[in-house]
């Protein structure tokens, strides 16, 4: 029996000994796991690019304010929360901390001839001009043969760091150019930043009011390229010019939508109440310019020609509020002055206040327009403008990763602060193409070498070419110099 119990005893001690030693094994292995580095599983499909901690502008309807952005190549693939973005973070991801400044959309300037009418400036510094104010999008609208041609040899040497849409003249003054636009298709994409927009007729001659058409020759011409498929924008200014083109259009519709071709109406500088009915009904978009009509203009517009007519003039709000689609745009560089900036586009469309100090006339003041109203102009609904509404223009997952960074929020800032917002950052297609922080990210862009010059600002005080460390050649803005650094060019000869 001693023996049976000594045996018992030994066994117990030898377990109890077996248990110390697990957990003293145990506890050594938690504390040596709880020192090492923590890494978190690996993401699946990471991000290329996320911006986080931001007011990031969606220009959507619902869900229009977010917090963060990622990008995948060319494209955004996620908008929402902090959390919900920074989830795609992977090892490779080059991320931003906004630190709570404005992300939205990049810009898209409806109307313009930056390109075509530069005078002696060069394309690449009329793109790199149009990069640093936020412009990510261009429509040309007066691309004959010869430009187009000068733009699909810039696309071709990877100098077109910007969207083009070009519109083909079928006129200009009482020349007719005939059907050449016909060698090309509708829409017609050469690359993601070259595309056939439209057609362009010139239906006036400004506000002289003199006609270009008859009534049977313009139906003719409309009834042409729209059977073709084109969308066609007309420059009109005066109210009679607005009646040729709007009967045209409706001629050619044939009580048809106007939602698959978009037809435009350039400039509508005098517009009448039963005009603004008729273009909500036949759905015409109304495509007029931010930068015109504010106060610089009031001694040109008041004269003699327009005093009994003042009252139809640049009715901004009240297209807005009649319910016609409109887009925004510049007319660069045409104006008085000329304005490049889109920033500068918003506050004088919001203030009718031009750079002179000259107070707005009454008639100006009753067709302001809100800040959120501006904004959309040069976002979503100008790519509603070049039917493209459904890959750019807004901040949704899956469209086009064109965006702008900004240095404060155009909603919140006080509308007389406009001129101190900075853009910051311009990506096109998940690309950086403007770097006035962030330049890490223009240098990662452009590493590969498929376009060797973006456009940072602000690193010397003499306008320069440099090369950083990797060989890259970046074009310096100075410092001290206007953020619109694009001197304004002297008057081409093509207008509207």
Same mark, same amino acid.
């Given at each position: 029996m001693k023996d049976d119990e000594g045996i018992r005893g030994l066994t117990r001690r030898r377990w109890l000994l077996s248990i110390l030693v697990t957990a003293i094994v145990v506890l050594s292995l938690v504390t040596i796991f709880a020192f090492l580095p923590r890494t978190s599983p690996p993401v699946n499909n990471p991000a290329d690019l996320i911006l986080f901690n931001g007011t990031v502008l969606t220009m959507e309807p619902e869900d229009s304010e977010k917090e963060a952005v990622a990008v995948t190549g060319s494209h955004i693939v996620a908008v929402g929360t902090d959390a919900q973005v920074l989830a795609l973070r992977g090892d490779?991801?080059?991320? %931003?901390?906004?630190?709570?400044?404005?992300?939205?959309?990049?810009? %898209?300037?409806?109307?313009?001839h930056r390109i075509g009418d530069?005078?002696?400036l060069t394309s690449q510094a009329v793109i790199q001009g149009a990069l640093a104010e936020g412009w990510t999008s261009l429509s040309e609208l007066f691309v004959d043969q010869g430009r187009l041609d000068d733009l699909r040899t810039l696309d071709e040497a990877g100098d077109l760091r910007i969207r083009v849409n070009a519109y083909l003249p079928l006129s200009w003054q009482l020349e007719r150019?005939?059907?050449?636009?016909?060698?090309?298709?509708?829409?017609?994409?050469?690359? *993601?930043?070259?595309?056939i927009g439209g057609v362009k007729i010139f239906v006036d001659s400004w506000l002289w009011g003199e006609l270009l058409f008859s009534q049977s020759e313009l139906n003719e011409l409309v009834a042409e390229a729209?059977?073709?498929? /084109?969308?066609i924008a007309s420059h009109t200014t005066v109210d009679e010019s607005l009646d040729l083109i709007l009967n045209a259009y409706e001629n050619a519709l044939q009580g048809a939508s106007? =939602?698959? /071709?978009?037809?435009?109406?350039?400039? $509508?500088?005098m517009v009448r109440d039963d005009q603004l009915e008729r273009m909500r009904e036949l759905g015409i978009v109304a495509s007029f310019q931010l930068t015109w009509f504010h106060s610089n203009w009031a001694e040109a517009v008041e004269t003699e020609l327009l005093t009994e007519d003042v009252g139809k003039v640049a009715r901004w709000h009240?297209?807005?509020?009649?319910?016609?689609?409109? %887009?925004?745009?510049?007319?660069?560089? /045409?104006?008085? *002055?000329?304005? @490049?900036?889109?920033l500068e586009a918003i506050h004088q469309a919001v203030t009718r206040m031009g750079d002179q100090g000259i107070p707005p006339p009454s008639w100006m003041l009753d067709q302001r327009i809100r800040v959120e109203q501006a904004l959309r102009l040069l976002t979503i609904d100008a790519a509603y403008g070049t039917a493209q509404e459904k890959v750019k223009g807004s901040l949704v997952e899956g469209k086009l990763a064109d965006l702008v960074v900004l240095s404060e929020n155009p909603l919140t800032i006080p509308v007389e602060q406009f001129p101190d917002i900075d853009v910051l950052l311009t990506v096109i297609g998940g690309t950086a193409e403007h770097c006035l922080e962030y330049i890490?990210?223009? =240098? =990662?862009?452009?590493?590969?070498? @498929? $376009?060797?010059?973006?456009?940072?600002?602000?690193?010397?005080?003499?306008? @320069?070419?440099?090369?950083?460390?990797?060989?890259?050649?970046?074009? $310096?803005? *100075?410092a001290a110099e206007s953020r619109y650094a694009v001197p304004e060019p002297a008057r081409p000869a093509i207008m509207g």
């Amino acid at each position: 029996m001693k023996d049976d119990e000594g045996i018992r005893g030994l066994t117990r001690r030898r377990w109890l000994l077996s248990i110390l030693v697990t957990a003293i094994v145990v506890l050594s292995l938690v504390t040596i796991f709880a020192f090492l580095p923590r890494t978190s599983p690996p993401v699946n499909n990471p991000a290329d690019l996320i911006l986080f901690n931001g007011t990031v502008l969606t220009m959507e309807p619902e869900d229009s304010e977010k917090e963060a952005v990622a990008v995948t190549g060319s494209h955004i693939v996620a908008v929402g929360t902090d959390a919900q973005v920074l989830a795609l973070r992977g090892d490779s991801t080059s991320t %931003i901390d906004l630190g709570g400044r404005t992300l939205l959309p990049g810009f %898209i300037d409806s109307h313009g001839h930056r390109i075509g009418d530069r005078d002696e400036l060069t394309s690449q510094a009329v793109i790199q001009g149009a990069l640093a104010e936020g412009w990510t999008s261009l429509s040309e609208l007066f691309v004959d043969q010869g430009r187009l041609d000068d733009l699909r040899t810039l696309d071709e040497a990877g100098d077109l760091r910007i969207r083009v849409n070009a519109y083909l003249p079928l006129s200009w003054q009482l020349e007719r150019f005939g059907t050449w636009y016909q060698a090309y298709e509708p829409g017609q994409e050469f690359s *993601p930043n070259l595309r056939i927009g439209g057609v362009k007729i010139f239906v006036d001659s400004w506000l002289w009011g003199e006609l270009l058409f008859s009534q049977s020759e313009l139906n003719e011409l409309v009834a042409e390229a729209h059977e073709a498929g /084109y969308q066609i924008a007309s420059h009109t200014t005066v109210d009679e010019s607005l009646d040729l083109i709007l009967n045209a259009y409706e001629n050619a519709l044939q009580g048809a939508s106007n =939602e698959l /071709y978009r037809h435009r109406a350039e400039h $509508v500088v005098m517009v009448r109440d039963d005009q603004l009915e008729r273009m909500r009904e036949l759905g015409i978009v109304a495509s007029f310019q931010l930068t015109w009509f504010h106060s610089n203009w009031a001694e040109a517009v008041e004269t003699e020609l327009l005093t009994e007519d003042v009252g139809k003039v640049a009715r901004w709000h009240d297209l807005l509020e009649a319910g016609v689609h409109a %887009i925004g745009g510049t007319d660069f560089p /045409y104006g008085i *002055p000329a304005t @490049s900036s889109a920033l500068e586009a918003i506050h004088q469309a919001v203030t009718r206040m031009g750079d002179q100090g000259i107070p707005p006339p009454s008639w100006m003041l009753d067709q302001r327009i809100r800040v959120e109203q501006a904004l959309r102009l040069l976002t979503i609904d100008a790519a509603y403008g070049t039917a493209q509404e459904k890959v750019k223009g807004s901040l949704v997952e899956g469209k086009l990763a064109d965006l702008v960074v900004l240095s404060e929020n155009p909603l919140t800032i006080p509308v007389e602060q406009f001129p101190d917002i900075d853009v910051l950052l311009t990506v096109i297609g998940g690309t950086a193409e403007h770097c006035l922080e962030y330049i890490f990210l223009c =240098e =990662e862009s452009h590493a590969a070498g @498929s $376009v060797d010059k973006v456009t940072v600002k602000g690193m010397e005080s003499n306008a @320069s070419l440099a090369s950083d460390s990797s060989g890259i050649e970046l074009t $310096v803005l *100075p410092a001290a110099e206007s953020r619109y650094a694009v001197p304004e060019p002297a008057r081409p000869a093509i207008m509207g």
